[in-house]
């Protein structure tokens, strides 16, 4: 089993990881500049932070159900 990076998984602070992560899903970034122009700063540090977590979380449950089908 392979882990995926998601969008939220890259270090916003290396120009290199913010390329890769845009190139890998330009939709997405796309998306995410556009939330910023509409929200506030706080507003967008708020809801990019509770995506991330989502989607650590939901990784997270996916792999202790994958352990658990493992384990039936």
Same mark, same amino acid.
Not at 46 to 72: D, G, H, M, V
């Given at each position: ?5 998601? %969008?939220?998984? %890259?270090?916003?602070?290396? =120009? ?14 796309? %998306?995410? @500049? ?14 990019? #932070?509770?995506?991330?977590?989502? %989607?650590? =979380?939901?990784? =997270?449950? #996916?792999? @202790? ?8």
């Amino acid at each position: 089993m392979t882990a995926e990076k998601s %969008f939220y998984d %890259f270090n916003l602070g290396s =120009l290199q990881e913010r390329r890769e992560r845009n190139h890998l899903f330009p939709e997405l970034a796309r %998306f995410h @500049i556009a939330l910023r122009e509409e929200l506030t700063e706080e507003e967008y540090e708020e809801f990019f #932070n509770a995506e991330r977590e989502s %989607f650590r =979380l939901a990784r =997270l449950q #996916n792999q @202790i159900s994958e352990k658990t089908w493992a384990l039936a």
